[in-house]
């Protein structure tokens, strides 16, 4: 964020600052002059004394505006009143701007403060790093950028006349901002990737640790837990790897552990102590009488902060509020433990947003543990990740920021051909939340620097990729992203947006050879899976997608594959056989574009939209069909559309919540007016009854009554799975439009409605299963690949029901009304298209 001068008000010991107040305006910036016809105009100066760190990012911004300006900028030494003075305060005495940083307070270890003026420009830092973000902010405003990683993403504009007017000083929203890697990436890649985290300042000015440390600390101390048994929790007569912490002898162990690691590193901001993965607690009297999970884990970390600050004052334990525990405790949190609330992987039934407004309410101070990829969530296929969905980054960012949370840590992958612009957003964001107001603004700067006069049909291929504007993938989308590419090549002008256009083709190639592993009958997998293995090593140097993260992560989920003892992940080149770094030719990259064009055939639909006002089809007087059937089981949520009236106030349904996953109850709650979610919150104050099955049991009649009359939407909520029951005839009607919710775990069958006068059933189908007109004749079988469809509507089957028949996956409609049900008679439909068809 950025801060015009003025006093930094700080309240001791906390990690929240007050915003300074502003002491000169932009307008009275002063305009500096950097270098002209091809000289240098200004030096840049350092002091003499400069630590080595400085040195080297002064050269590095000699060696940038050299490349900008064409002219030659000398390094010099000097007290900073002229030239480009690049420092800590303290380097520059005679400026007396020392007191403007605060060294004692950690929260403005990051601060830096950039001012032209008649005689130079100042880039001063509170510290070394601070002094590199005032650097590479300094360059980004000149125009320089570093979008992925590599060299084919970083951007170094050509301006002969460069001036510049700036006074501002910087402070992040956000102290920790991490975007790291599910195991890491190849050697190779990680400069690369540090790079990019500098010249974006996605850093950390307070360092967090809090990754799951029990085990490490029992192999650390392996010698005390074989003599000290009971260290360890005991689960049906086994020790776990979760500690025993109502054992006095073990708190005590953890505390001097923790005290003689500061004691090595007295520089170190934090230790971790949260719990092992997994889980393993027990269930001791003297474990029960701690608490819940939560508090017996506070308790721990409560324990461990009162005695490292006794000897090392400001330093923090770290801990997730994840798994068994995520629910916010019962017991105070110490002031210097640092809690970072996870998005995923949260056993608790309550709201992400109360979580981290329960664990503020103990004291916490709270960061947020994200998840903008995750291998065995997307394997990095476009739609599936956090990272693609820039709707969510600059939803979320600011969010969890005005709810408290000053850290955040993003498990991700070095997976920049699906995630690299929310990864760019993301580290614009969480150094300024309020750059979510002009986030369209910093995308569209990514496009016009990368890809220039191609940056149209490249803006087409990034929709295929993000969840918000292409929520179905599907070979559609790849013959969408082929397209796009070729439409891109035709339209470079310049051999470096060719390179990056490149790149992303090995992207949607590597797309392309997921897809068929996924689709490829069992016999003919190996190969399609070694096909995808060598591919994604060979254009590891990329950073197109996390090749380190498949290689180690899909064989190990898919035993079926096999990898060659000779051809593991960690075999090194030459040795290993599906090794090969050779770059592809540039006649094998346009095959693949030309293969991919002629493979995958885009199907155009052109949508209609209806209304949500939904009454019942009865008035159609359609005929009475075989009831069709709902899955076995739904899982996540559904939303379901009935129909109430004064003489009809009750809903009475059945459940079976016996597989809901980690949470202890399913939820359904029942809405007047059958609005989406997005425009009305599921929250009980807004519902008219609500009920909750406990896992485990059967409740073969819930009744929900409502004193509103008309639409109703009944939203169900299920982690795991559980199967709904009613009565035949009642009004029960799913949506099956492009952003429908329903996740059913066996076939279905059910029937929609084509109005009358409809020539084109067109929709998107997510997997195997027939489609049946109003004659009940098969006209169209789905395969098990998600695909688009369109089918004609021969004479006379319009004005009729029909059919998904037998079908598995989601099938959703696009021409038709997007609505589902077992029969004609507790089907509900867009109140214009009953009153067009009805009879009169």
């Known amino acids: 964020m950025a801060w015009f001068l003025g006093a930094l008000l700080m309240g001791a010991g906390c990690l929240v600052s007050c915003a300074a107040p502003p002491a000169q305006s932009q307008s009275n910036q002063t305009v500096l002059r950097l270098a002209a016809n091809g000289q240098a105009l200004q030096p840049i100066v350092i002091a003499a004394d400069a630590s080595d760190d400085t040195k080297a990012v002064a050269e590095e911004l000699q060696k940038y505006l050299n490349q900008i300006s064409g002219a030659e900028f000398e390094i010099k030494t000097g007290d900073g009143k002229s030239g480009i003075a690049v420092g800590t305060a303290k380097d520059f005495p005679a400026l007396k701007l020392e007191r403007m940083f605060d060294l004692a307070d950690p929260t403005q270890r990051e601060d830096y403060l950039l001012r032209s003026h008649a005689g130079g420009v100042l880039l001063l830092g509170a510290t070394g790093l601070a002094v590199e973000h005032a650097v590479w902010d300094f360059l980004h405003r000149l125009g320089y950028r570093q979008f992925f990683p590599g060299k084919n993403w970083e951007i170094v504009p050509s301006t002969p006349d460069l001036k510049i007017a700036v006074d501002v000083k910087e402070h992040p929203d956000y102290y920790s901002r991490r975007i790291w890697f599910t195991y890491g990436t190849w050697p190779e890649n990680t400069a690369e990737h540090q790079q990019w985290s500098a010249r974006n300042r996605a850093t950390q000015g307070i360092t967090i640790n809090s990754g799951h440390a029990y085990s490490l600390i029992i192999a650390r101390n392996q010698k005390e837990f074989d003599a000290h048994p009971e260290y360890l929790s005991e689960v049906d007569g086994k020790r776990t790897a979760k500690f025993n912490i109502a054992n006095p002898g073990l708190r005590k162990l953890v505390a001097d552990w923790a005290i003689s690691e500061f004691d090595k590193n007295p520089a170190m901001d934090s230790i971790s102590l949260d719990p092992s993965d997994g889980g393993g607690w027990g269930q001791s009297e003297e474990e029960k009488k701690l608490g819940s999970i939560s508090d017996r884990v506070v308790f721990l970390a409560n324990t461990v902060a009162e005695a490292v600050n006794k000897k090392y004052p400001g330093k923090y334990v770290g801990i997730y509020a994840y798994n068994e525990h995520s629910p916010p405790p019962t017991i105070r949190v110490h002031p210097n433990v640092m809690v970072g609330v996870a998005t995923g992987f949260y056993t608790s039934d309550i709201p992400l947003d109360q979580l981290i407004a329960g664990w503020k309410k103990q004291g916490a101070t709270v960061g947020i543990r994200e998840y903008y990829n995750f291998i065995a969530w997307t394997y990095d296929m476009p739609t599936k990740s956090r990272g693609s969905d820039l709707e969510y980054l600059k939803t979320t960012i600011p969010q969890f920021h005005r709810q408290g ?37 910093i995308i569209s700067d990514v496009f016009e620097k990368s890809f220039g006069p191609a940056q149209g049909p490249m803006r087409e291929f990034y929709q295929q990729l993000s969840p918000t504007t292409n929520p179905l993938f599907s070979q559609n989308s790849l013959g969408k992203m082929y397209r796009a590419l070729d439409a891109a090549r035709r339209k470079a002008v310049d051999a470096a947006t060719l390179a990056r256009l490149n790149d992303l083709l090995l992207y949607t190639r590597y797309v392309d050879l997921y897809w068929q592993y996924q689709v490829t009958e069992e016999a003919e997998r190996q190969a399609a899976f070694e096909a995808l293995i060598r591919h994604s090593y060979r254009i590891r140097s990329t950073h197109m997608t996390h090749s380190l993260a498949l290689y180690r992560d899909l064989p190990m989920r898919n035993k079926k594959m096999t990898v060659p003892a000779d051809a593991v992940w960690n075999i090194p080149e030459p040795q290993n056989l599906w090794k090969s770094s050779e770059p592809y030719p540039q006649p094998e990259l346009d095959a693949f574009l030309k293969t991919g064009i002629e493979k995958y055939d885009v199907v155009d639909i052109e949508p209609k939209t209806f209304s949500t006002d939904l009454v019942p089809a009865t008035p159609l007087q359609l005929p009475t069909v075989k009831p069709g059937r709902f899955a076995n089981m739904i899982r996540s949520t559904l939303d379901l559309y009935t129909c109430m009236s004064p003489a009809n106030d009750k809903l009475t349904v059945g459940m079976n919540a016996g597989t809901i996953g980690h949470s202890s109850h399913a939820y359904l709650k029942l809405f007047p007016g059958g609005q989406p979610k997005a425009e009305q919150e599921d929250d009980d104050a807004l519902a008219v009854a609500t009920a909750a099955v406990p896992s485990g049991e059967t409740q073969p009649e819930i009744i929900l009554q409502s004193q509103h009359a008309g639409l109703h939407r009944l939203h ?73 469809f369109k089918v004609p509507v021969a004479a006379g089957q319009d004005g009729k029901l029909w059919k998904f028949n037998h079908c598995g996956g989601q099938h959703l409609l696009m021409t038709v009304p997007p609505y589902l049900a077992r029969s004609g008679e507790e089907l509900l439909l867009p109140r214009e298209v009953v009153e067009a068809d009805a009879p009169h």
């Open 405 to 441: 949370a000053r850290f955040l840590s993003a498990e991700s992958g070095d997976a920049w051909g699906v995630d690299g612009l929310g990864y760019y957003l993301a580290s614009r964001l969480l150094w300024d939340t309020d750059e979510a107001g002009r986030a369209d603004e």
């Open 716 to 788: 169900i909520d299920v982690p795991g799975g559980a199967s709904l029951t009613w009565q035949p005839g009642v009004p029960m009607t799913i949506a099956a439009d492009l952003k429908a919710n329903y996740r059913f775990v066996g076939s279905y069958s059910l029937y929609f409605y084509v109005p009358k006068g409809t020539k084109i059933v067109g929709g998107y189908s997510g997997g195997p299963g027939q489609l049946m007109d109003g004659s009940g004749k098969a006209i169209y079988t789905f395969d098990k690949n998600a695909a688009y």
